[in-house]
């Protein structure tokens, strides 16, 4: 039996939006106030009752965002923009959410714009804009020429004018009753005026778009695009919080080919990164995918076995300052690289680029495969800045690792591997054994403490856990021990009665492929026949504090997803089903979970493999 499900080529259909289509509409209203007090900026912009404005024939702004832009025609005119709305602040209106339209709101008004409304109504849509403050942009030291207003939502844009005024003067505008363009052209711009300085980072005073500046005191004082992050202190400013524990998945891209994994650099909370196994890093920047790759080197990976392919990605603690990333391929025949041999290489980026050096690969280390399954394949930065990297026991024809990989002190096979990376090639260390395809683990980025999800051979699949500190010579019990149950290496459907548990660190959960196979009891049964775990992190983010603290788990075969919070006893605490509240709706579904991933502000994402139709990835957001 071949425990861990084969990634099978599926047909990749190329989810897009619709085709460019301008929307026209006639502005109700508009007020722009800039008066000496910043804090006290206004705008206002509405338009109702207008049947150009239909959101069921729009894309989701809860997936791609959306953006605004509010600019004067004339030289020395006011501008905002363009704005990015960030996809994690919509919500779907009506029942079911998004039938009725979409509602954006920041109650810290970081770019300035408190609230959006998108909706459908019976007589026409409304589209309504508010916001202000210091971080609102447009400026107005004269009368203005006619004022554009834009809304677009992935290809399709909407767009008023206001040409006459109520009031027009230094400080404040107001308009009403503007008549609909005949298209949403944007005209050749007029000669810029010089552009003002940037405001210096550091200098003390907030600036721009700055939210705060301390003139550098303290480390990790930017909290904001023009201030970029100096460190993970400062990630949460300024983002709205949500009590309770209600949560709900919002689609975050498609049209991925088959997406093995997601996550983000740590200073870095306006971009995403998703694998791609075939050999592509995707990019969402602002929350649209971008249609070029970050890194692109499917020439050298080997995806033709069944878990085979670029299987993870890692950026170094110092992205910021040295571009250095770390990923783990399946490679093709390459010199002394086999086919198939597992590859941990690092590549350069300009760290504000957008796409990677293909060509500054270097090879940190490679480990000899006896067969394509059973790769691991996860790198991950550990607490104390070391390189981890999980490999499985080889995964020999018949399974149960008759050669005793694992448990073998003198193979890589079986292995949770601590690197230094500070010099390549590197030479990898043991950190822990007895594991057998440790596909996700993963740190708690508050607590330091592991997580490992080791994929069983017939009968069960198991979650392991070390607290903090976490020390080398962990042995996790492959192949002597599956799940919590001895293994017996002549019968893998049958569990022994005992055997050499000494020194081995049990799971704190496990659970049955079939309630009525061998040996499955208690709290083995609880949970979906399953066939594959699919581990994944526990939640730090900065949106639902209550939900702080809850390991997120899934399996490739049977979709559920669940989260328990602690250990007590030796055993997971608080068990808690989640796949109902994550089901996305709408004519998608949740399929084959292959993993969970973090961004910068330590939310949580789901990539799923698929069923037949294109990959996904899905954010766990506030639930309604």
């Known amino acids: 039996m071949n425990p861990h499900p084969s990634l099978l080529a599926l047909a990749l259909g190329l989810a897009s939006a619709a085709l460019a289509t301008d929307h026209p509409i006639a502005g109700g209203s508009l007020v722009l106030r800039d008066p000496v007090d910043a804090p006290t900026r206004k705008v206002r912009f509405r338009a109702t009752q207008d049947p150009a404005i239909d959101p069921s024939q729009a894309a989701d702004p809860r997936a791609l965002g959306a953006t605004l832009e509010i600019a004067g ?38 770019n300035g714009v408190r609230k959006v409304v998108f909706r459908s109504r019976r007589r026409g849509g409304t589209l309504a804009v508010s916001g202000g403050g210091s971080a609102w942009s447009y400026r107005i030291t004269q009368a203005q020429g006619p004022i554009d207003v834009r809304f677009t939502l992935g290809t399709d844009v909407y767009c008023a004018v206001f040409v006459s005024f109520r009031r027009n003067q230094a400080g404040r505008v107001s308009a009403k009753d503007a008549t609909a363009p005949p298209d949403c052209a944007v005209p050749p711009p007029a000669p810029p005026l010089p552009p003002p300085p940037p405001p210096p980072c550091g200098n003390g005073v907030v600036e721009g778009t700055e939210e705060c500046d301390d003139h550098n005191t303290v480390s990790g004082d930017g909290c904001s695009a023009t201030c970029q992050l100096e460190n993970t202190s400062a990630v949460c400013a300024g983002i709205p919080t949500v009590s309770g524990t209600a949560i709900k998945s919002v689609l975050v891209a498609s049209g991925l080919a ?84 597992n590859v941990v290489a690092r590549y350069h980026a300009n760290p504000a680029s957008d796409q990677a050096d293909p060509l500054s690969e270097q090879v940190a280390f490679s480990v000899p495969r006896p067969a394509s399954i059973h790769n691991g394949g996860l790198n991950l930065f550990g607490p104390d800045g070391m390189l981890y990297v999980s490999v499985g026991d080889g995964g020999r024809a018949g399974g149960g690792d008759p050669t005793g990989n694992a448990q073998n002190d003198a193979s890589d096979l079986g292995k949770l591997l601590r690197v230094d990376v500070s010099t390549l090639p590197a030479a990898p260390a043991h950190f822990a054994k007895g594991l057998r395809n440790p596909w996700r683990y993963s740190f708690d980025r508050a607590t330091g403490d592991l997580y490992v999800a080791d994929v069983g051979q017939n009968l069960f699949e198991e979650i392991d856990f070390v607290p903090a500190p976490v020390a080398s010579g962990v042995n996790f019990g492959w192949n002597i021990m599956e799940g919590r149950h001895c293994f017996n290496t002549a019968d893998f459907n049958t569990p022994l009665a005992s055997c050499a548990m000494t020194g081995l660190t049990l799971p704190v959960l496990d659970y049955c492929h079939s309630t009525s196979q061998n040996g499955c009891s208690g709290a083995e049964t609880t949970h979906p026949a399953g066939c594959a775990i699919t581990g994944g992190f526990v939640y730090r983010g900065c949106r639902m504090p209550d939900l702080r603290g809850r390991y997120f788990y899934s399996d490739f075969c049977a979709a559920f997803i669940r989260s328990f919070k602690g250990v007590s006893g030796g055993d997971a605490q608080d068990v808690q089903d989640h796949t109902a509240a994550l089901a996305p709706g709408g004519g998608r579904s949740i399929d084959n979970v292959t993993s969970f991933g973090e961004d910068a502000r330590g939310e949580l994402y789901i990539t799923d493999w698929g069923s037949g139709s294109d990959g996904e990835v899905y954010a766990i957001v506030p639930g309604p």
Do not use: C
């Open 73 to 110: 025609k004339n030289p020395g005119d006011g501008t905002a923009g363009p704005i990015a709305l960030d996809p994690m602040l919509w919500t779907g209106l009506g029942h079911p959410p998004g039938s009725r339209g979409y509602r954006y709101f920041d109650r810290s008004r970081s």
């Open 258 to 341: 088959h997406p093995v994994y997601v996550t983000a650099p740590p200073l870095d909370p306006y971009r995403l990164f998703i694998v791609e196994q075939p050999g592509r890093i995707r990019l969402v920047k602002n929350g649209v995918l971008q249609t070029s790759a970050f890194l692109d080197i499917r020439s050298k990976v080997e995806s033709g076995g069944e878990e085979q392919g670029l299987l993870s990605v890692a950026f170094h603690p110092d992205f910021e300052a040295n571009g250095f990333f770390y990923v783990n391929y399946t490679s093709k025949p390459n010199g002394p690289i086999a086919d198939g041999d």
